[in-house]
Each structure stands twice: as C-alpha cells, then as structure tokens.
C-alpha cells in the first residue's frame, strides 16, 4: 500500500500544480513565446558563421628524433619520424557578421595562431579570411571576407540588459556541420570578472547552452538584437554545465572602432594602484558599506597624479558610472579615449569630492588601473626596527621608516592578506584619519596594545622599492 502511495504522491502534486482553467489561451501565450524564438532564429542565424583555422606546428614527440638517422641504414632514413616534420592542427570557432561588405567580429582566440582561415555562412558558401586586428586583452578580433550582401546582425546595447532576461545563443558548437545551433536561456548575472580569461573582464553570465566551437557566437536577446559575443564556459567536464560568457557587445564595439581605423587598439590611462575594499577596510575608512576602489598609490606623473588623487582616496564613481568594486575600474577607465576629461567622484576623508582627469595614453606595459588583491583573515605577526644593514637585506633603501615584518604565522589574517616576511610597515591607526608613522618595534607593540579584541587596525604597508598597500586587521580575541 506505501508503494502505491509514493507512486501516486509525484503525480498528485504535478495535477495540484497544473493551472484548473487551461485553456486555449494560456496554449496561445505559449505558441506565441515558440513563435518569438523561431522568429529571432530565422532573423539571427544568417548572420552567424562557422570560422575555421589551421595552426602548423612542429610535434614535441618528432624533436627527439632530429640528427639521428645516421645511427641507422640509409635504407631506413624514409621510415624514421623526421624532427623537422610539421604537424597540423584545425581549430573551429564562430563569427557575427557585421557588414554586408564582409566585416566579421570573432574571439581572438579563435584566430589568433591561425593559417588559412576559413568562414562558412549560412548557405554553405565559403570564403578565405583575413585578420584586420585583434585585441588578446579583451579576447576580441575583427576578421574580413571578400564579399557584398551578407547580412550583418542587429546591434543592441548591453548596458540596458537585465539579469533575468531571456537570451539566444548562436554558434557552431563541437562541429561545422552543427552550424547555426541556437539555445535559449536567460542572463544570469552581469560584470562578472576574476574569471581569469582575460586583462579586462566584464562578462555577461548566462544559461544558455555554450559548447566548444560556439566562441565567437551572438548572445541575442528578445528583440532579435547583439547583445554579447560568446566566448567561454566555466566547466568541469569541458561541456557546458550552465555557466557560459559573453563579451558585452557595447565592449566589443569600443575595440572594434580601433581595429578597423588602425589595426591596434588604444586605451586610456589613469595612472593609479588600486584594491579592494572590504568590511574591515570599509571600517577604517568610515564608510557603511564595502564598495568601491581604494588608492594604494598615485604613479608619479601620471594623469592622476596631475588631477590632484592621493593614496587612500576611495574611487566610487568614474564618469558617472559606480565603481561597484576594484575590478570595475579598469574596464571603465580602458574603454574611453586619451585625452578625454572624466569626472571621478572620491571619498576622502569621510567626504565626497569630485575630481576632474584628463586621461592620458595606456602605456603597453601597464594596465589602465593596476589591482593588488588582498583576502580577509587574522593578525599575528612579529617585526623589528629596522636597521639599514636589514633593509638592504630586503632590496629596501636605507633609511625608509617603518618596522619590518620578521615572521608571519600562516592561518593569521595578516598572511591571509598578503603581509610577508621582509614587508615593512610604516604607517598604523584606526582610521585613515589617524594613522601615524611607526619607526620602532617598541612603538607598533605599544599601540597594538591601545585596541581591545574586535577593534580594526589600519597599516601601511611596503612591499618594495615602489610599491605600497593597505591592511585592514581586526584584533582577535586573545
């Protein structure tokens, strides 16, 4: 008799479920959202392709072969692996077409090490491409076929989405002869970064089915509109397990700008080290909640160093966009133009001040707001005054103040957030208004001793030469 409970059980609570008055409308609201999806498809598909490229390289297992064939008969050297032997590889991706003279937008890594790039449209016909430039920070390329009257999608504005939307992904997944899949699903989040694909990441998460060879595909959304370009999956097994990216198309198009009128792109600069700011930073610095870009150091120079930024300003608007947190910064300030002037609202000492930058040119060997990440945890470290002869033992110059760091217990928040053996802090207090410098061991043990357990302390720290940070530890309980 349980058994035939259990079994019913299921099927009771899917009737229970079911609407009472199902009708031929509720049927109609259906038919129209599969009517919606099959049109956007019919418009969209045209306008994306198969992209295929051959990479030539030499084979590791052929190396080790190279200059022994005199070891063997002359009669054998035909048969014998050659370490000169090139090897080839295909790799295959998908691009949005977005000219109808044959511009085509892909992921750089689709290209990148490429050789005979092949493009398949919709209707099987193929073409030779060409790489007009490509940007590996941002994983963008713009690529070029020799053709008239291709049909060039659709452009959104990817600012405007909203997490929760239904989108449609179009590409190649796993094969040529998949071309044109179409998957639905919804966004599931946007500016997501860390992911650790690229320099500047601001992804559009979604749902929608994203397998290998849908890279360089279109994230659409209801209005049939370019929203995104499809460029990589978080997965375990290599298949898609419901987290895929997108490139915002608004993104994409700062970059695209840039390849097409000169091959290469330029970004702006703002000239500042950057970190984040978390609960027991975020108490220090009097704020009520944890956000924004905390100033570790001003570049010498720099753009904002002109404009008047000092080392524990809080970046918390950058052109009228919120700076949300560290990583939000450098995409904001790497999408606009050198030369431009931007308006930066900073909190500095507990007030909101707007400050006026004129950006200057990214040079190639920094980023556009350099990050030094910290982690949350427990203090408990020992240090010393600092002796010249100790200081140069740690690449410090002699006579730098502060007290240096001799040890660092491994699970205390202190070695959590990045304080090491040889690091030498020079400033401490409760709050960025009262820090003071400290100059001996004598005195940083006797103003620990000043906080009670639950209390956060504020350190200036330098980890070398040129390069500063700011710890926020709370007093353990003793």
Do not use: C
């Not at 001040?353 to 190639?364: F, Q, R, S």
């Amino acid at each position: 008799m349980k058994k035939h409970i259990l079994l019913f059980t299921p099927l009771f609570l899917i009737v229970a479920l079911l609407p009472l008055d199902l009708n031929a409308s509720d049927i109609g609201v259906a038919k129209a959202l599969s009517n919606a999806f099959a049109d956007i498809s019919e418009q969209v598909a045209p306008s994306v392709v198969t992209i295929t490229s051959e990479h030539v390289y030499k084979h590791p297992a052929m190396e080790q072969y190279k200059g022994f064939q005199e070891m063997f008969p002359k009669q054998l050297w035909p048969f014998l692996p050659d370490g000169d032997r090139e090897m080839k590889s295909t790799s295959l991706g998908s691009g949005i077409i977005i000219s109808a003279d044959g511009y085509i937008l892909t992921n750089n890594h689709v290209v990148e090490k490429g050789e005979n790039i092949k493009v398949q449209i919709s209707d099987n016909k193929e073409y030779d491409a060409k790489i007009i430039g490509a940007d590996p920070k941002t994983d963008v390329a713009l690529i070029k076929v020799d053709a008239k009257n291709l049909k060039p999608i659709k452009m959104g504005d990817s600012d405007k989405i909203r997490v929760g939307e239904w989108v449609l992904a179009v590409g190649s997944p796993f094969s040529g002869s998949l071309s044109q899949t179409v998957t639905q699903g919804i966004i599931s989040a946007t500016g997501r970064s860390s992911v650790g694909l690229n320099d500047y990441e601001n992804f559009i998460q979604t749902d929608a089915a994203i397998n290998p060879g849908n890279s360089g595909g279109a994230l659409v959304n209801l209005d049939g509109e370019l929203i995104g370009m499809n460029s990589a999956i978080a997965s375990r097994s290599g298949g898609y397990q419901g987290i895929g990216f997108a490139i915002p198309i608004n993104l994409v198009n700062r970059i695209v700008e840039d390849l097409r009128s000169d091959g290469r792109v330029t970004r702006a600069w703002l000239g500042v080290y950057v970190q984040p700011v978390d609960a027991a930073m975020a108490k220090t610095l009097g704020m009520d909640i944890a956000k924004g870009a905390l100033v570790q150091q001003v570049v010498k120079g720099s753009p904002a160093d002109d404009a008047g930024l000092k080392q524990l300003d809080v970046i918390i608007e950058f052109d009228g966009h919120e700076v949300e947190n560290s990583r939000k910064l450098p995409i904001l300030v790497s999408t606009q133009r050198p030369n431009e002037k931007k308006k930066l609202k900073v909190l500095r000492d507990g007030k909101i001040k707007t400050i006026t930058v004129t950006l200057g040119e990214l040079p190639d060997e920094v980023a556009a707001a350099e990050i030094i990440e910290t982690n949350k945890s427990d203090i408990g470290l020992t240090v010393e005054t600092a002796s010249p002869d100790r200081l140069r033992f740690y690449n410090l110059s002699p006579g730098t103040d502060g007290v240096l760091v001799t040890s660092v217990e491994t699970d205390s928040e202190a070695y959590k957030k990045n304080i090491r053996t040889g690091h030498l802090i020079q400033k401490m207090g409760p709050n960025v208004r009262d820090l003071s410098k400290v100059t001996t061991a004598g005195a940083f043990e006797k103003n620990l001793q000043s906080y009670n357990a639950g209390d956060t302390i504020l350190l200036l720290v330098r980890r070398d030469v040129s390069n500063t940070f700011f710890v926020a530890l709370t007093i353990p309980e003793s």
